[in-house]
């Protein structure tokens, strides 16, 4: 170790475990908010008084304004045309169904593109529409009290080729249903509203995915393909059919100040999935889900590797996250394109399955290195570090056996929890064993004395870390 880090870590080190010794968790860690595991799990629906915006304010501040996701478009200035969805024959009640209002509104509006471009302004009223394709140089707007209501008909919902990096749908061979709100190809796009809410009344197609009556794989609510220079924030987002955001090969998005909000038992529905995409950044959303809050993926297995598009510069901050089967955060399972240089630091995730989670398989290929997640606060979470490499899912037969994941440079540290059920569980593979795992700054209030950490087929190092990790970790003097 060198000059003074250390003794700031042994700082940090002693304040979280006064922190975790005071009996007031998250007052005393949380700058003085407290709420406890039954504000949020008493129903699935979140019974905090306080707004999830004024919540996560309450926990993350503000934050630096040099620490805010640079700029992809410019929303300031505004779009010098403007129309309202109503201007094209559209009905806010909620029961007409508006798909073609929203297709005419964005046909007209594709004479402007060349000059800066236009919104298309949402006001109060319950929208309901069926898969709505954007087109570049568009804000869509939507004002304080607007819903955009997905259509439970799945007829509304044009059947699409699955991507390339997948050969298929990814929960259902075959071709896959299209997303609520979705764009190929695009620049310039700005999705946003002023505590507006995007439903998109989900229930319909989780009963049937658990019926197992579907005949392809449900869409999710917001997908960009191919896309450049986007800005979706200051949204809600709830009750996606499938997975919430999902930005696949794209390049510079910013993802900020949404609320994500999908019942903890609707399947399959993460929060945000960047999927082979650079330059992402997300920051400051509240996000309470079915499954994992954020996801990084890239592709899977010979389809993965052979597209070979990584996720790479991606930065997550200032999250606050709410699961009860799955993660906080996650890379893979799905990686056979890679995924290097991200960037988490400060995150909140409280009653998942896993706090932090790195899954892959034999037959992915691809690598996941040159990961930093720190600052992270883990609360009531089965286990708080999860590096596996026993993912069983494949798209097809034709997976490459010999097909081994690297897992490696990945750093972990200032990392607190309570009511953690087991600290760490790192199943390596033997044939390429996971290395370079480095765990730092980690003290975590486990509440069993079996199998804390489970490890097998890793390499690494630790400083402060409590309580001590497996032999498979050196600790670094
Ligand atoms: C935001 O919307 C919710 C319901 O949609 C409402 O209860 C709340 O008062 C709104 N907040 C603001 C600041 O407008
Ligand atoms: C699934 O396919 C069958 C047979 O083509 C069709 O009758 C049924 O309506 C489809 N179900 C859904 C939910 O699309
Ligand atoms: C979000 O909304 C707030 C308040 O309405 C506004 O000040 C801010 O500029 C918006 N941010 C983005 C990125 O749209
Ligand atoms: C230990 O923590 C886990 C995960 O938070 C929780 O489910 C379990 O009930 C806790 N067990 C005890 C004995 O407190
Ligand atoms: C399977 O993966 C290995 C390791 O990447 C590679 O050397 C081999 O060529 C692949 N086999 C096929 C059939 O693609
Ligand atoms: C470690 O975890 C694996 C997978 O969950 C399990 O099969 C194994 O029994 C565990 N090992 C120990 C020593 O508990």
């Avoid at 709410?322 to 009653?351: H, Q």
Wanted: a neutral charge; aromatic letters at 10%.
């Amino acid at each position: 170790m060198t000059g003074s880090p250390g003794y700031q870590s042994l700082q940090f080190l002693l304040l979280l475990l006064s922190c975790i010794g005071s009996g007031k968790f998250w007052h005393t860690c949380m700058g003085g908010h407290s709420v406890t595991d039954d504000d949020h799990f008493a129903t699935n629906e979140v019974l905090n008084p306080m707004s999830p915006m004024d919540l996560h304010k309450s926990i993350f501040g503000k934050g630096k304004s040099k620490d805010r996701c640079a700029h992809t478009v410019n929303a300031w200035e505004g779009r010098p045309h403007s129309v309202s969805i109503t201007d094209f024959g559209a009905v806010g009640d909620g029961k007409t169904l508006n798909t073609h209002a929203f297709e005419n509104a964005i046909f007209y509006l594709r004479s402007y593109a060349a000059n800066g471009g236009a919104q298309l302004y949402i006001p109060v009223g319950l929208w309901l529409t069926g898969s709505i394709t954007l087109i570049s140089h568009l804000t869509l707007f939507l004002e304080n009290g607007a819903t955009i209501l997905g259509s439970e008909d799945f007829f509304d919902y044009p059947v699409i080729p699955g991507l390339p990096s997948y050969g298929r749908g990814r929960e259902l061979p075959g071709p896959r249903f299209s997303s609520l709100i979705n764009g190929n190809g695009l620049e310039d796009v700005i999705i946003t509203g002023d505590n507006a809410t995007i439903d998109g009344q989900g229930a319909v197609w989780w009963s049937a995915f658990r019926k197992k009556t579907l005949n392809y794989t449900r869409g999710h609510m917001l997908e960009l393909i191919e896309s450049k220079n986007i800005l979706i924030s200051n949204l809600t987002f709830k009750n996606s059919p499938f997975w919430t955001i999902h930005p696949v090969y794209c390049k510079n998005v910013v993802v900020k100040s949404l609320t994500i909000l999908n019942p903890f038992d609707a399947p399959n529905t993460d929060g945000i999935d960047p999927d082979s995409s650079q330059h992402v950044c997300i920051e400051d959303c509240y996000i309470s889900v079915g499954d994992d809050a954020i996801s990084i993926k890239s592709g899977w297995d010979q389809f993965g590797t052979s597209f070979a598009m990584p996720s790479k510069h991606i930065k997550v901050q200032r999250i606050l996250a709410f699961s009860r089967s799955s993660a906080g955060i996650s890379f893979g399972s799905e990686m056979s394109g890679g995924i290097s240089d991200v960037k988490v630091d400060g995150m909140v995730v409280t009653g998942a399955r896993w706090g932090v989670r790195i899954k892959t398989a034999v037959g992915r290929g691809g690598y996941v290195r040159g990961i930093s997640v720190k600052n992270i606060v883990l609360h009531s979470i089965r286990t708080a570090i999860a590096v596996m490499g026993n993912y069983g899912e494949h798209p097809d037969e034709n997976w490459n056996r010999t097909a081994y994941p690297l897992i490696e440079d990945i750093r972990m540290k200032n990392i607190v929890g309570e009511n953690i059920n087991q600290a760490g569980l790192f199943l390596g593979l033997q044939e390429s064993p996971f290395r370079d795992i480095h765990l730092a700054n980690i003290a975590l209030q486990v509440n069993t004395t079996k199998q804390i950490w489970n490890c097998s087929d890793v390499a690494g190092s630790y400083i402060f870390v409590f309580p001590q990790p497996c032999v498979e970790f050196t600790r670094k003097t």
